[in-house]
């Protein structure tokens, strides 16, 4: 059974699935292409997120901490966090999303 969403559940939900849909593009390309991708992602990334927002994300994805570990390391509340982690992954999406749309239109 499908849901029909309204507002920002749907929003997400379409978000997610440019984000996918990204990644999957990706999938036959060869090695140099996704290492320049991996740079260049990681460049837009610092300009696209806020100092804080690129710190707990990377915490968070990368180093594998708990919410209550980035916490305690960066002397924020656990829904500082949250917040921080929510507000990031959001602008990453519409970051991934708006080169996907640049890459499907044709070079003119």
Request: proline residues 2%.
């Amino acid at each position: 059974m499908s849901r029909i969403w309204t507002g920002e559940p749907a929003e997400r939900e379409m978000e997610r699935a440019v984000y996918d849909h990204y990644l999957a593009s990706l999938a036959g390309d060869n090695s140099a292409f996704r290492a320049a991708f991996r740079d260049a992602f990681f460049h837009a990334m610092r300009e696209t997120l806020t100092q804080r927002q690129y710190k707990v994300l990377w915490m968070s994805e990368v180093e594998g901490l708990s919410g209550k570990e980035i916490a305690g390391k960066l002397g924020i509340s656990a829904s500082a966090v949250s917040r921080h982690r929510t507000r990031g992954k959001k602008r990453l999406r519409q970051l991934l999303s708006y080169n996907l749309e640049l890459r499907s239109r044709p070079f003119q």
